[in-house]
């Protein structure tokens, strides 16, 4: 078992800025790749960004230049930098790892 939680969601103005965190505990040898996921209202959740234990990232084309995933193994926690946040990004943001999920932290960005 692992257990996810998010913090640092929040209401922010377009072109703000928000940092996600999310803490690993539990079975966390198998947090070899830590992952974001978001889900808009009414839309299906999707693919934000990953980070692999040795540092190696990936990003969906919509956040890429704006989003940075980094992560820190000694805490187990990875982040979730947001850089000028538009009113598209609004979602819940989930932390996933293998087929565990977070509860997710609501990102709400205002035009």
């Known amino acids: 078992q692992v257990q996810l939680v998010e913090s640092g969601g929040g209401l922010v103005q377009a072109g703000g800025s928000l940092r996600l965190s999310c803490v690993a505990s539990g079975r966390t040898f198998s947090t070899v790749i830590m992952s974001w996921f978001r889900q808009a209202p009414g839309k299906e959740r999707e693919f934000v960004a990953s980070c692999s234990r040795s540092g190696s990232t990936y990003y969906a084309d919509s956040v890429k230049g704006r989003f940075t995933i980094s992560r820190d193994n000694a805490k187990n926690t990875v982040y979730l930098q947001m850089n000028n946040l538009k009113p598209e990004d609004t979602a819940v943001y989930y932390c996933?790892?293998?087929?565990?999920w977070g509860q997710g932290t609501q990102v709400t960005v205002s035009s």
């Open positions: 996933n790892v293998v087929n565990f």
